[in-house]
């Protein structure tokens, strides 16, 4: 072939397959926007929340059922409880650790995988909305402590006793007996973790309790940690923990649960390896409870947990349909 006709070939065909590929890829352009446009069609909002938690699922749902986003859902979801001083787990009300004091451990994450926190946190009703706050107003992620309660009054915060009467009996009970001795308390562990998608299908999480209950002073568990309490990852899903949080903070519990689901195991798959990597480090062992909560984006949820008395209660999922689902089942071990 002389020079001139290569050139005038190799532009040709150079040009065929330009167009070939701008056709191929315009076609492709309207696929993606049919797909996005049904993917948009078909996202339900659901809230879901570990334990029954009514209040918090009612009012995650009511923010989204009024076009509110994710994140509302999830920190409005989780004030409602922290607010309810008949909750012994979370908030006003709480169990306090074994010196009477009420500490509270929080966090929360967005679409975006931004994250706020607070750790033994005091005189707050509402350490959801101060994780908000140090994730959205400071380059931090945690804040512990009293610096986490002076940035808590700075933000417009108010003082609380959380010690409840009722409370401070209980725990002048649990003195005369407990040789002030932190044992695994089951019933004390009912931590507030929820997950929400949007209907732009973005995925919050927020995770909210005042911890194992008559714990060493000091004690933090696994729900104020991102990875552990609590993981969102807008591509995948998101994952929330309750129980023993030394024994979730160990397998780095809901980060595990989503990169389960990224490798194509449903939500429910997801939460039953979880727990059952944690029992298999735990052989012989029936006294602790644990639980998983998952959400994908397909808006489908699974929940998974491990209880020694085996008096297992159903987790609420006030989603899209409003109704109850066994999202959250229970199974002996
Ligand atoms: N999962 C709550 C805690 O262990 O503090």
Redesign the pocket.
């Known amino acids: 072939m002389k020079r001139r006709n290569f050139i005038k070939n190799t532009s040709l065909s150079t040009a065929g397959i330009i167009s070939a590929s701008l056709l191929s890829s315009c076609e492709n352009e309207d696929k993606k926007t049919t797909a996005k446009q049904e993917e948009k069609e078909t996202i339900k909002p659901i809230a879901v929340c570990t334990w029954n938690f009514e209040n918090a699922n009612s009012k995650a749902w009511e923010v989204l059922a009024n076009d509110g986003n994710a994140l509302d859902a999830v920190e409005q979801g989780a004030m409602a409880e922290e607010a309810n001083i008949k909750n012994t787990t979370v908030g006003i009300g709480a169990t306090p650790d074994r010196d009477g004091n009420v500490t509270l ?1 929080a966090c929360i994450m967005d679409k975006d995988s931004n994250c706020g926190a607070v750790v033994y946190l005091q005189n707050i009703v509402h350490p959801i909305a101060v994780a908000r706050k140090v994730m959205e107003e400071t380059p931090h992620i945690i804040l512990a402590g009293k610096g986490a309660e002076q940035f808590a009054y700075e933000q417009g915060f108010k003082k609380t006793n959380l010690l409840t009467e009722k409370a401070r009996k209980r725990w002048l009970e649990w003195k005369k007996t407990s040789k002030y001795e932190t044992i695994i308390n089951i019933e004390n ?1 009912d ?1 507030i973790g929820m997950l929400a998608m949007d209907k732009h299908g973005d995925i919050a999480g927020a995770c909210t ?4 209950g008559y ?1 060493v002073g000091g ?5 104020p940690i991102i990875g552990a ?1 609590l993981y969102v990852d807008n591509e995948v899903g998101g994952a929330t ?6 024994e ?1 903070i160990r397998t780095v519990g809901s980060f595990l649960i989503v990169e389960l689901m990224r490798q194509g195991k449903s939500p429910q798959e997801a939460c039953e390896e979880g727990v059952k990597r944690i029992m298999a480090k735990n052989k012989g062992r029936k006294d602790f409870q644990i639980g998983f909560l998952a959400l994908n984006k397909k808006g489908e949820t699974g929940g998974y947990c491990v209880h020694p008395g085996f008096t297992y209660r159903k987790a609420t999922n006030v989603g899209h349909t409003n109704e109850q689902v066994d999202s959250f089942y229970k199974k002996k071990v």
């Open positions: 451990d562990h931590t309790t005042s911890g194992m714990k004690r933090v568990g696994d729900s309490g923990a309750t129980g023993v949080g030394e979730v």
